[in-house]
């Protein structure tokens, strides 16, 4: 259906269902991973939400997810320059920097010290430099394609792969040690 | 594509691509076809499989109550947007 065929309210609330509204776990999830405050990520899948309904008449249906992200995105790299205008040289870092000034001052190593992790793969997650952490969360846990996740972080696929496999190599040395450590 | 054998170091640098199932079809084939041969290959495939089957585990549920208040929101747009017609 072509969006001239569905303008006028009723069409884009009907491709908002269609498009949007089946993503909205997925959204949830990967704002969690950005923001690292669940009263954040909500606010930014609203906003998210809110963008999407607005663009959604000249959205061409193909690939919602990709669009949704890349939406997100956008929508978050926004709410960091009304934050902390001076960080936006580089949107990428600028959300690392964000999201390690988690609200208790916890950064990932004082985490790792404070809990007792349940699993070796727990700490060795957590011990990940966050922005490399955050792309094992994308697509290791959130099951995200390397495009999606690229278009949620703004940063090339390339980019995402080099971060993943290096995270899971390190991954696999930080398990290799905790079994070392056991025997 | 040429239909040659895959090396050992080939397969290494397309392992974790390979596992994401991110390559086509032909590479995907080649690089199964090695692991099915190549034991030493065969075992590192297995230990990267098994990360990110212990990393998928590691997924928590989303909180339901975020999730009722976002959808509650999906209908307040639609809602306002008709209202405001």
New interface residues.
């Given amino acids: 259906m072509s969006p001239d065929a569905v303008a006028g309210?009723v069409g884009?609330?009907a491709r908002?269902?269609e498009y949007?509204?089946p993503e909205?776990?997925v959204l949830?999830?990967v704002a969690q991973s950005i923001t690292r405050n669940?009263t954040d990520?909500?606010d930014l899948?609203?906003d998210t939400?809110?963008r999407a309904?607005r663009a959604i008449e000249r959205f061409d249906g193909r690939y919602p997810r990709a669009w949704l992200l890349t939406i997100m995105r956008n929508a978050q790299v926004n709410r960091v320059r009304r934050k902390r205008p001076e960080l936006m040289h580089d949107p990428d870092e600028t959300m690392s920097r964000v999201a390690d000034e988690s609200p208790d001052g916890a950064d990932a190593e004082s985490q790792l010290m404070d809990k007792e992790f349940e699993?070796p793969?727990?700490a060795a997650?957590a011990a990940l430099p966050e922005k490399f952490r955050r792309v094992?969360e994308l697509?290791?846990?959130?099951?995200l394609?390397?495009q999606e996740a690229a278009d949620a972080l703004g940063i090339p696929v390339g980019t995402v792969?080099s971060r993943?496999?290096r995270a899971?190599r390190n991954?696999?040395q930080s398990?290799e040690a905790s079994d070392t450590e056991e025997n | 594509m040429s239909n040659k054998t895959m090396s050992c170091r080939d397969v290494a640098l397309r392992l974790q691509t390979y596992l994401d199932g991110e390559l086509d079809d032909t590479r995907m084939d080649r690089i199964q076809a090695h692991l099915d041969a190549c034991v030493d290959c065969g075992l590192e495939a297995d230990v990267f499989t098994s990360i990110k089957n212990d990393l998928q585990r590691q997924v928590s549920p989303v909180n339901s109550n975020a999730m009722a208040r976002l959808r509650e929101f999906s209908e307040q747009i639609s809602k306002r947007s008709a209202d405001s017609d």
Wanted: charged residues 20%; without cysteine; proline residues 5%.
């Fill in positions: 309210p884009q609330d908002f269902a949007v509204v909205l776990e949830y999830r669940p990520a909500e899948v609203q939400l809110l309904y699993a793969i727990e997650l094992v697509v290791d846990l959130n099951q394609s390397y792969m993943l496999h899971r991954i696999r398990l």
